[in-house]
């Protein structure tokens, strides 16, 4: 199984970001996939999460500004990050998770907003 997050960078505030996350060795399409992240001396966090059905679920923080979706035929799952703030930064992870097979996370992706 691997979960491959790309698209982290710097940003200025304001700005736009999108990440993604490829997955292979899963059957994706049965998954509930979600995207969390950690900064520094903080827990990991959840951001935002989709279901196998679409239903999507965001962190207070992230609602209004961030859309998670997914591609079942690419076995993608994408971040669209707006109006970005020096408080997102941190490392963004994605998981896939399973009710009854467990879950998995990709290795992750920095996003740090600065000016």
């Known amino acids: 199984v691997q979960l491959v997050e790309s698209g982290g960078g710097l940003v200025q505030p304001g700005g736009t970001l999108r990440l993604t996350c490829a997955a292979s060795g899963i059957i994706f399409r049965t998954y509930t996939m979600g995207w969390y992240r950690q900064a520094p001396g903080k827990q990991r966090e959840l951001v935002a999460s989709?279901?196998?059905?679409?239903?999507?679920n965001y962190a207070d923080s992230a609602k209004g500004r961030f859309t998670i979706s997914r591609d079942n035929a690419k076995k993608t799952v994408f971040l669209q990050m707006n109006s970005l703030k020096p408080e997102d930064t941190a490392v963004y992870y994605c998981d896939a998770d399973h009710v009854a097979l467990g879950s998995y996370w990709g290795q992750g992706t920095q996003v740090t907003v600065s000016s």
């Open positions: 989709i279901s196998n059905s679409g239903i999507t």
